[in-house]
T-cell receptor, first 112, second 113 residues
Framework: NAGVTQTPKFQVLKTGQSMTLQCAQD?????MYWYRQDPGMGLRLIYY???????DKGEVPNGYNVSRLNKREFSLRLESAAPSQTSVYFC???????????FGPGTRLTVT | GDSVTQMEGPVTLSEEAFLTINCTYT??????LFWYVQYPGEGLQLLLK?????DKGSNKGFEATYRKETTSFHLEKGSVQVSDSAVYFC????????????FGRGTSLIVHP
């Protein structure tokens, strides 16, 4: 039972390049989230998916797109990376009863 | 809107000292309250939770009590260890079935031997 997994763990991009961050969960949870974490800013919600087939913008969606591929997988795409997108990205799901969150190990992205 | 305010860090303590990290919140209704811990290089993991007023969450020697009258959920531990060094996040889930939690900015704890 792996919980929430993310790939890759580390990535370096040049400005303007694109990439997709992958997230998968084996907890059979409906909702999935993408956050970014920056020093002094805490966690900021980029996008979330309340259930398979739906996605909604969070606090900081600009420059990102998401796909909820199926119940297990939720990907985050950067179409044209910018240095301001240098951050640590976390995927999460939430439990069914009181909505506690379960986080993946993170992807550390640097855009030069 | 909802908000969570935690004390700024870093909090620096010697091993076996008493720990308090303050957390206050603003929300309507009766949110669920959480503390998460993030060890270096890892994702956040749930430390403890409380779902109604006067509930006490506890785990690994940490405790926090849901105080509706003061809208607080302070984290405490009687005797910290070096291995407790991490970043601690207070969070709430609003009542009413919303899917969007609100997190505090995190408090870094450094414990010296």
């Amino acid at each position: 039972n792996a919980g929430v997994t993310q790939t890759p763990k580390f990535q370096v991009l040049k400005t303007g390049q694109s990439m997709t961050l992958q997230c998968a969960q084996d907890m059979n949870h409906n909702s999935m989230y993408w956050y970014r974490q920056d020093p002094g800013m805490g966690l900021r919600l980029i996008y979330y998916s309340a259930s398979e087939g739906t996605t909604d913008k969070g606090e900081v969606p600009n420059g990102y797109n998401v796909s909820r591929l199926n119940k297990r997988e939720f990907s985050l795409r950067l179409e044209s990376a910018a240095p301001s997108q240098t951050s640590v990205y976390f995927c999460a799901t939430h439990g069914q009863a009181i909505y506690e969150q379960y986080f993946g190990p993170g992807t550390r992205l640097t855009v030069t | 809107g909802d908000s969570v305010t935690q004390m700024e860090g870093p909090v620096t303590l010697s091993e076996e000292a008493f720990l308090t990290i303050n957390c206050t919140y603003t929300a309507t209704g009766y949110p669920s309250l959480f503390w998460y811990v993030q060890y270096p290089g890892e994702g956040l993991q749930l430390l403890l939770k409380a779902t109604k007023a006067d509930d006490k969450g506890s785990n690994k020697g940490f405790e926090a009590t849901y105080r509706k009258e003061t809208t607080s959920f302070h984290l405490e531990k009687g005797s910290v260890q070096v291995s407790d060094s991490a970043v601690y996040f207070c969070a709430l889930n609003p009542s009413g079935g919303s899917y969007i939690p609100t997190f505090g900015r995190g408090t870094s704890l450094i414990v010296h031997p």
